[in-house]
């Protein structure tokens, strides 16, 4: 008598189970529009894994999602800008179950995987917005020319990263909030009364929950940077108005960036506002160095001042109970302590106690 | 096996001795097997160490092969103590003075396993310590009562208990003082979370080894054992996670999609850290304190010099 584990049956069905596994992998591919060459590598991916101790027996709902893992880590390495949120949805899977695949997937192969290309990114998610032809439904003022978006949504990006809007967020919602404002900008008169739940509708795509926030985020950062332009300080700039000079501001950004924060290591602002006389106050910035004004809450103490560049988390922490340093009788503790009877017998029942809690039980 | 309390990606869980759903496999043994099957640990001093040997990159390869060749056969046939300068070998990138931070090779050759461990000169002079030290805030360890356990019976009679055999296979006994939560498995294993010290989870463990005997099982307290200690702390200015993972690609871990903050697996000692744009750290994995405050120390230097890099 052979067990059937080691019988070559096994192994006969392991690669039935491969084999269409290569194919799922294939149609993804096809569905995808990928590359070719990305086809043989995650198909070649998707050989080893399988083979690999680690992932030789795991269940079948995992091995189909290990498809879909091979294809993203290529599709990464090329950097081909796939989100994790494309590939779950094309696999109908649960993120938290791939994305524990993917992290086995990176560690077991030992693969490198860089950094997702946010430029990359801007490209093919704005491809699938409906704005760039004259259809039925979209109004003529709200047709645009492709290409001016993705540049300027690529500036906005940008600019997002670089005032520590991106670090640590999912990245497609910040994506999303620079598309609309770029769109806005690139005609405000018709466009400023649109919000960004109906630009999202008319263009087709999902509205990620926290592309509000960061829509909010990217104001604030634009209204700092207009208050060190000289000549809008002659309007009165709003989070609806400064939409207007989008333009002016992202083709000043990094002057305006300097003049309108400071950073960390206490770097002076010399350079004045153009066409302003004086420079600003570093005690304004020594001040505002501190995060916030407790007395202020949430809201910056100097609306004209610099404020520091830090990221959100930072700026706005969140009051958090922090645990009090080990106290001196904590620290004494040895672990041999006596334990007294009484302590223990607290969280004993007494036989009163037991017979109501299993009267009370019978009754449920 | 490799997903345990320890170092599993779920390794959030243990940080809140209040969370009931915590990510365990429901079978005692899984998690035990590793642990009591292994030959009884010896002192450190007597297990081989090779923390000497620096990582390899095309630079210092061929540098150190000749300079510690000698030393490392003897180092490897022998038992060895520990090398506190261990730590500074995991970061190739952090000087470009490699000679400046390698121990000189007489030192280590010459450490015996007889000498107690006293203090190294340490590799990273006062002046670039951080002077932050990490602060505990989970200890994660196991104990055996070695008896078998009734666990209804501990639920009926014990007020600090719950116990719900469909959802999990053992009973979770809570104490107030030192404020920990308990496993209690039915082969008579346990584990205690939550403590803030090696000494407090000792303690605690001991009182709820108490519970149960006072509830009537001839309970003992055998192969204490801390199996996971988590740390955290700030170093207090914000970091580009998206270019660390960039200079450090092979030890970390960055994806915004799935977790805001960076997973860095550091190699000696091996504690995974997690990195926030905050500032904040968390170091976990680790199995003595002191692998906290190495971690950090290595850690720290990287950085800081990332920050100015920016």
Known sequence: EVAYSQSTGQKEQLSRCLQRGIRRVQDLCKVLQLPTVFEETAVSYFQRALQHPSFHLVSLEKKELLGGCCIFVTCRQHNWPLTMGTICSLLYAKQELFASVFLSLQKELGLSVPALSLADLVKTHLNSFRLFQRTADIPAPFVEDEAKMVTRTTQIVELASETWLVTGRHPVPIVTAAAFLSWQSLRPAARLACTLARFCKLAGVDLPPPAHLRLKELLEILLRMASQLAWLRVFNVDKKTVVKHIGDLLQHRIFLLKNAFHLEDGEEQGAAAPGEGSPVSPVAGGAAQEQGCPSEGKRQCDEDGPRPLLPPCLIHPRKRLRTAAPSASDSAITGDEPISDSEIEQYLRGPEEIQAFRKAKAWL | ?310
């Open chain 2, 1 to 310: 096996f490799k997903d345990d309390l320890s170092t599993s990606p779920q390794l959030f869980a243990p940080m809140s001795p209040y969370d009931v759903d915590l990510p365990l496999q429901p079978t005692e043994d899984v998690l035990f097997g590793s642990q009591f099957n292994q030959p009884k640990e010896l002192p450190t001093d007597f297990s081989v160490d090779l923390s000497f040997l620096p990582d390899i990159t095309p630079d210092n390869k061929e540098q150190n092969l000749s300079e510690d060749g000698h030393e490392a056969q003897k180092e490897l046939d022998g038992s060895v103590s520990r090398n506190d300068d261990g730590g500074i070998f995991m970061d190739e990138s952090s000087s470009s003075n490699p000679d400046a931070t390698q121990p000189s090779p007489e030192g280590s050759g010459a450490c015996l396993p007889l000498t107690p461990m006293t203090p190294m000169t340490p590799v990273t002079p006062a002046s670039e310590r951080s002077g932050i030290v990490p602060q505990l805030q989970n200890i994660v360890s196991t104990v055996n009562l070695a008896c078998k356990l009734d666990l209804k019976n501990i639920a009926l009679h014990a007020r600090n208990a719950e116990y719900n055999p469909k959802r999990f296979a053992a009973v979770i006994m809570r104490i107030r003082e030192p404020r920990t939560t308990a496993l209690i498995f039915s082969s008579g294993k346990m584990v205690c979370t939550g403590a803030k010290s090696e000494e407090q989870s000792r303690l605690a463990a001991r009182k709820y080894a108490r519970v149960v005997q006072k509830l009537g099982f001839p309970a003992k307290f055998l192969d204490f054992k801390i199996q996971n200690m988590v740390g955290s702390c700030d170093v207090r200015f914000p970091i580009r996670l998206e270019g660390l993972v960039l200079t450090h690609q092979q030890f970390s871990s960055y994806e915004p999609e799935l977790f805001p903050g960076l997973i860095y697996r550091m190699v000696k000692p091996r504690i995974v850290l997690l990195i926030f744009v905050s500032g904040k750290v968390v170091l976990t994995g680790a199995k003595e304190r002191s692998e906290i405050y190495e971690a950090f120390e290595n850690i720290y230097p990287i950085l800081k010099g990332f920050k100015k890099a920016t």
